[in-house]
């Protein structure tokens, strides 16, 4: 069991960036896949990024590819995900989730643990 909270959202001009991050409680969170979703008011969830529990693969969706990078210190046990370049349409509420010994799944039925979410908004 892990209980995750997001953090670093807000509100940036376009051509901005952010880092987000989701920490984790438990000494486990090293053997868990996590993944980033976002959902856009009136729009599906939608999948973003994910990183494997060792660290060694990354997924991103095409949307975002070459803006996002995710990034995971289990030490500290929290992941990153680092948003370059921001464009309005990237203005959505950030989950976390977490997949026990998953991989980097787009895949949201494969993930056990979600965080609440922090709102990320873009302004033009």
């Known amino acids: 069991q892990v209980q995750l909270v997001e953090s670093g959202g807000g509100l940036v001009q376009a051509g901005g960036s952010l880092r987000l991050s989701c920490a984790a409680s438990?000494?486990?969170?090293?053997?868990?896949?996590v993944g980033w979703f976002r959902q856009a008011p009136g729009k599906e969830r939608e999948f973003a990024a994910a990183i494997d529990w060792l660290g060694r693969s990354t997924a991103y969706a095409d949307s975002v590819k070459g803006r996002f990078t995710i990034s995971r210190d289990n030490a500290k046990n929290t992941v990153y995900l680092r948003i370059n370049s921001l464009k309005p349409e990237d203005t959505a509420v950030y989950y976390c989730?977490?997949?026990?010994?998953?991989?980097?799944?787009?895949?949201?039925?494969?993930?056990?643990?979600w965080g609440q979410g922090t709102q990320v908004t873009v302004s033009s």
């Open positions: 438990g000494r486990t969170f090293s053997n868990y896949a």
């Open positions: 989730a977490a997949d026990r010994w998953g991989s980097a799944t787009i895949d949201p039925e494969k993930y056990e643990y």
